[in-house]
């Protein structure tokens, strides 16, 4: 992929990229796909929030009860959940940095108030306060278009940030 879209130096800069918190920053798993999509996920470090949004893969699952846990959390005590718009209370604390949330097979909103931020550091190479860490890449937010998916992944992956005009809004 990256011969295809990135520039020259992209798959070293992969390797070398400033955005190293992505690995540290909170984060789904245990998504039960191919039931279970998960359309975004990324953190917004200016309000320590975790955004999901997920949707019915399976259309014959919709409305079947599911789980995925959220980790590196800070505290996961202190965890404050929306789910469309509404406070969400279907969580267990499964460790000091661990949750699982129980939802349903459909498209939902979560704003997981997570606590983790970063701050500001000299020679952070591009950090700043209240950045945004994408953490993944989709169809949803790149349209269909393969070229424009594959793109703003190698920009993300090599510490560029997102590229495609709704990545980087």
Not at 17 to 29: F, N, S, V
Request: glycine content about 10%; aromatic content about 6%.
């Amino acid at each position: 992929m990256v011969a295809e879209v990135g520039d020259e130096g992209s798959w070293s800069r992969a390797f070398e990229a400033p955005h190293r918190d992505k690995y540290e920053a909170p984060t789904m798993q245990g998504i039960d796909f191919p039931s279970f999509g998960v359309h975004q996920a990324w953190n917004d470090a200016a309000t320590a929030t975790l955004h999901v949004g997920t949707y019915a893969a399976a259309a014959d699952q919709r409305g079947r009860e599911t789980r995925f846990e959220v980790v590196n959390l800070p505290d996961a005590a202190t965890v404050t959940i929306r789910c469309d718009g509404a406070p969400f209370n279907r969580v267990d604390v499964l460790g000091r940095n661990r949750i699982r949330l129980t939802t349903t097979v459909d498209t939902h909103e979560f704003q997981i108030v997570t606590g983790y931020g970063r701050r500001a550091r000299a020679g952070a190479g591009g950090e700043r306060e209240g950045a945004t860490v994408a953490t993944s890449v989709t169809a949803s937010q790149c349209g269909d278009d393969p070229v424009a998916i594959a793109r703003a992944s190698v920009a993300l992956l090599t510490g560029r940030g997102p590229s495609c005009p709704c990545c980087a809004a």
